[in-house]
């Protein structure tokens, strides 16, 4: 069955990095976009980065954009987040996703790891 | 950015009743929208994609409606298992996709 583990999360002075990975299994890895969604303590969903399956494109929200990097690495069927110059307002669980059929839409998700910045 | 505004913020209703969700654009998104359900401390579960097609293992309880700027899910008859929190999420504005602030369903 299809299955996320993610691991990474922790906490964080602000500005400094952390980096979250995202394992799959249960499926064809590298024929899938694969997304970050997060959501902050509370609060609503957050969509924050997408990769193509081949990891030829990137796209990012505007809140993270120049600050968090998505990469992917095929051969372990890992999904990366690089988040650098971290935040208060970034504090969330942070959730991997897979795209549903290139619908940028999003069908198994992750457990969710919790990232907190905090000084 | 495309805003998605849910009604009601919370849904009180009992076992067996029917509920009726709403999800708002603020700019027409065709229907390219889906729901998800949380429940606490849990990740999101996608129910419906494309407005109205049931995703993979969703009950027929399930059905979405709506094109444009409304939309509608419907649980046809309420099971304790449903009680949760509710999101639509738009897809068209690329990439902005955005989700509505979500519908708690609660036990009346």
């Known amino acids: 069955q299809v299955q996320l583990m993610q691991s990474g999360g922790g906490v964080v002075q602000p500005g400094r990095s952390l980096r979250l990975s995202c394992i799959a299994a249960g499926f064809t890895f590298n024929t899938f976009g694969m997304h970050w969604v997060r959501q902050a303590p509370g609060r609503g969903l957050e969509w924050v980065a997408v990769?193509?399956?081949?990891?030829?494109?990137?796209a990012y929200a505007d809140s993270v954009k120049g600050r968090f990097t998505i990469s992917r690495d095929n051969s372990k069927n890992t999904v990366f987040l690089q988040m650098n110059s971290l935040r208060a307002e970034d504090t969330a669980v942070y959730y991997c996703a897979r795209d549903y059929r290139d619908s940028r839409y999003f069908d198994y998700w992750g457990q969710g790891t919790l990232v907190t910045v905090s000084p | 950015e495309i805003v998605l505004t849910q009604s009601p913020a919370t849904l009180s209703l009992s076992p067996g009743e029917r509920a009726t969700l709403s999800c708002r654009a603020s700019?027409?998104?065709?229907?390219?929208l889906a729901w998800y359900q949380q429940k606490p401390g849990q990740a999101p579960r996608l129910l419906i994609y494309d407005a109205s097609n049931r995703a993979t293992g969703i009950p027929a309880r399930f059905s979405g409606s709506g094109s444009e700027t409304d939309f509608t899910l419907t649980i046809g008859s309420l099971e304790p298992e449903d009680f949760a929190v509710y999101y639509c999420?738009?897809?068209?504005?690329?990439?902005?996709?955005?989700f509505g602030p979500g519908t708690k369903v609660d036990i009346k």
């Open positions: 999420q738009q897809r068209t504005n690329w990439p902005r996709f955005t």
């Open positions: 990769i193509w399956y081949d990891g030829s494109n990137q």
């Open positions: 700019q027409s998104i065709d229907i390219y």
